[in-house]
């Protein structure tokens, strides 16, 4: 086994790996075609150091260069060129994620995501808290299907790792960057390396973009065009090293502010018809890149971010001991107008507050021989507060569900003359968390000879949380009408544990030094949790003013899945083909779907199971040219949902394209003291449904979106791209919503438009 990975070694570092050669124009064009080969990738999703292709996990990964030079800046923006993801959507929320069709499906502060977000090993978090930008980067991997053993937490259909650039203890070194654009778009990244000693570095990296919006709102028209944002980061790492062991500490702050999220109405149905017809002010303004929304709590997105986090190793001889430590504290402010109309019928805001704090020791052997291991133990706590604001207007409400005025309806039923609120029909909730959890895993590998290995794997997960949620009176004579019913006298509590035991079992055969095949069995596990938009009253207990006596939280359990998998990657014809391809199929239990009952509910009264395949192939076409392509297809259902969606038996989970494919054509010729290059970029993917129904009329089409960039690299380290993103200007949306009662059927996430713009760097001392 250890004779063909340095087989592998050899021979795949002749030349620069592809990801470079898109990136930064070929560093070995003065190859020639015969010897110019793909670079090893170099990764350590299995806690030591392998070769990508050497990997029995379906994964992508790709270096800081690639990021920079195709613009992905933020993690979210890793969906673009990954197969089996989608779900990007231009805000800080991940409910819309999904890796293999399986996303959060939960905007509140009381569920786990799906799709876990980790940054040098540690976990990020939640809604509002994980979106951060890419500056500085070593590395991105995006890791499809269970997580259960490469990281201090579950991560049930996927996980996306970063990896940011460590000090060099050797040569002192900086760089900057700047970009200027259409629409005042302004981008600077700049670092510096010193290497104060051998035995301690510190790099320090800053960035900043800002950009205006395209978004013109009709019901707004003195307001600022939306899709805009503004965010600074900096971070300072820290490394230190002794005769046995290193260090690596990093501090880490972002302020982002930008736009919540845009919806636009999908007209030409009975839903929108439904309400031109029984409702004033119903309309909907301009062009698909138009906005006509009244917006009463405001749009946009902020939050304030700080990270603490600490990597020490420690080489015992015959493992090596990993402790990682983390700590995040944020505050995060967000509003929307989710009715996409004029009027007010669904404005929604979100106040959030935390800190989280995670431990993980892990033990990683070493040595030759034909078994090797690792195993470690976990602990995190969080505390989180939120409030969450719901607004409509009360003539909405009554028109969209009597028919009739408010004051018509209240002479109706025989009340006192109706009185409007100031504020509308203003519904709150306050919802706290505390939860800790703790894991413990051990993965075995054993080679049984030099072509075929086997491996096991065992984790214990348990997770206790403390929820409490406190629904708000209601100054409106209509009472708590819309969103849950009730309100409560002050907090209702629940407390409840969850804890499980997966397993993974894996095969890995090497016929020889081009090819591995692997086949691997897992169970992944996503805890229980509480809805944050729901109260519960077993007893049926409600006071004649609407107070719920006997409340409790919305209690969800955890959901289950056992995932089966097949793959094999191979580098052929003298490593200037590399394949990356697996098949899978899953089945989940007890999935936790969102719907609305007496308040946005949380439950697990799903089943969903899927067929899919990934591919991804990297080639050097010729001594100029280099392709990077992937592509995906899925074919999914839900099952047992029809409490909540009538018919939906054998639908597809919404938001999950069926195929897609990315890729990205580079062309490199050296020039003078330089090279020129230049890339084109597409992403294309099949349309998606809004919701389980998978209604006709809220289905969001398909769309292909295509870039170009054109630059400059001198050898004596500055450059120059320009770059058009959007090529054709195809207007199209991130997602869909289904509508219902006073709210349309909408889309939301339109596209960016065509977009200009140039970027310079300078590097000094590589």
């Not at 989280?356 to 990683?364: I, K, N, T």
């Not at 079992?505 to 596990?525: C, E, H, I, Q």
């Not at 989940?588 to 308040?599: A, E, I, R, V």
Request: charged share 25%; net charge negative; aromatic share 14%.
């Amino acid at each position: 086994m250890d004779t063909i990975k340095l087989r592998r070694r050899s021979h795949l570092i002749m030349g620069a790996s592809l990801t470079a050669l898109v990136a930064a124009g070929g560093v070995s064009a003065q190859q020639s075609a015969d010897t110019r080969g793909i670079e090893e990738v170099v990764v350590t999703a299995q806690k030591r150091v392998q070769s990508v292709q050497d990997v029995p996990v379906s994964m992508s990964a790709f270096d800081s260069s690639f990021t920079k030079r195709v613009n992905l800046d933020d993690v979210k923006d890793l969906v673009k060129f990954t197969p089996g993801f989608a779900g990007n959507s231009k805000d800080s929320f991940i409910d819309y994620i999904n890796i293999r069709g399986i996303s959060t499906n939960d905007f509140g502060v009381g569920g786990d995501p799906s799709v876990g977000f980790f940054k040098n090993g540690l976990y990020q978090g939640r809604n509002g808290v994980v979106v951060s930008s890419m500056f500085d980067m070593e590395r991105a991997e995006v890791l499809r299907g269970p997580q259960g053993f490469l990281f201090g937490r579950n991560a049930i259909s996927g996980a996306i790792s970063l990896y940011t650039a460590k000090p060099d203890f050797e040569n002192g070194k900086a760089y900057v960057e700047v970009g200027f654009g259409e629409r005042g778009i302004l981008e600077a990244e700049a670092m510096v390396n010193v290497p104060v000693n051998e035995n301690f570095a510190l790099r320090i990296a800053g960035y900043h973009s800002e950009e205006d919006g395209y978004v013109y709102n009709y019901a707004r028209p003195n307001d600022d065009d939306l899709v805009a944002h503004n965010k600074d980061a900096f971070r300072v790492t820290a490394a230190l090293r002794g005769e046995s062991w290193d260090a690596n500490l990093v501090v880490e702050y972002e302020d982002r502010d930008q736009s919540g999220s845009i919806y636009r109405a999908i007209t030409g149905n009975d839903q929108y018809d439904f309400l031109v017809d029984n409702v004033d002010g119903a309309s909907q303004r301009g062009g698909l890149r138009d906005l006509d929304s009244d917006a009463s709590l405001g749009n946009f997105d902020r939050g304030e971010i700080l990270s603490l986090m600490a990597e020490i190793n420690w080489d015992l001889g015959f493992a090596t001991l990993t402790s990682l430590t983390g700590y995040k504290d944020h505050n995060y402010q967000y509003a929307e107008d989710f009715d996409a109309m004029p009027y007010g019928a669904n404005d929604y805001a979100q106040d959030q507050e935390g800190d989280y704090f995670e431990q993980e020791l892990r033990l990683v052997s070493q040595g030759d021989g034909p078994l090797s291991w690792y195993a470690g133990v976990s602990y995190y706590k969080e505390n989180i507060t939120a409030r969450f604001d719901e607004r409509a207007d009360e003539e909405v409400m009554c028109q969209s569900y009597y028919y009739y005025s408010c004051s018509d309806l209240f002479a109706y039923w025989g009340y006192a003359d109706f009185t409007p609120s100031d504020v509308g029909l203003l519904e709150s909730n306050i919802d706290t968390g505390e939860y800790k959890g703790w894991g413990a895993y051990v993965d075995l590998t054993y080679a049984v000879s030099e072509k075929f290995e086997i491996g096991v794997g065992m984790r214990y997960t348990k997770d206790t949380k403390n929820f409490g949620i406190s629904i708000l009176p209601v100054e409106s004579e209509l009472g708590p009408f819309y969103i849950f019913g009730v309100t409560t006298d002050g907090f209702d509590y629940g407390k409840q544990s969850w804890d499980a035991f997966t397993p993974r079992f894996v095969a890995r055969y090497m016929p020889n030094d081009d090819w591995t095949l692997y086949a691997s069995v897992t169970k992944g596990y996503k805890s229980g949790g509480f809805g944050s938009f729901a109260i519960e009253d077993p007893n049926d207990s409600v006071t004649d003013d609407l107070v719920v006596i006997d409340g409790v939280p919305n209690a969800f359990d955890p959901e289950t899945v056992w995932s089966y998998e097949v793959g094999a990657k191979t580098d052929l014809f003298d490593s200037r083909l590399r394949l990356d391809m697996n098949a899978y199929y899953y089945k989940y239990k007890d999935l936790q779907l969102s719907y609305f009952d007496n308040g946005a509910r949380v439950g697990n009264i799903g089943k969903a199971k899927a067929f899919g395949i990934e591919t991804s192939a990297q080639a050097v076409l010729s001594q100029n040219f280099d392709l990077y392509i992937v592509g995906s297809y899925i074919n999914n259902e839900v099952n047992d949902a029809n409490d909540i969606e009538p018919g939906s038996d054998g639908n597809e989970l919404p938001g999950t394209p069926k195929w897609t494919t990315a890729g990205v054509l580079s062309y490199h010729q050296e020039a003078g003291n330089g090279e020129i290059n230049a890339s084109a970029e597409y992403r294309t993917q099949s349309g998606t449904y809004a919701g389980l129904g998978n209604l006709v009329d809220s289905r969001n089409p398909g769309w292909t979106d295509v870039s170009l960039r054109l630059g400059y690299e001198s050898f004596n380290g500055w450059a120059v791209t320009a770059y058009v993103e959007n090529l054709f200007d195809e207007i199209y949306f991130d997602g869909s919503n289904d509508g219902a009662g006073p709210i349309p059927h909408k889309y939301f996430g339109v596209s960016r438009p065509r977009t200009f713009g140039v970027k310079l760097s300078y590097r000094f001392g590589d």
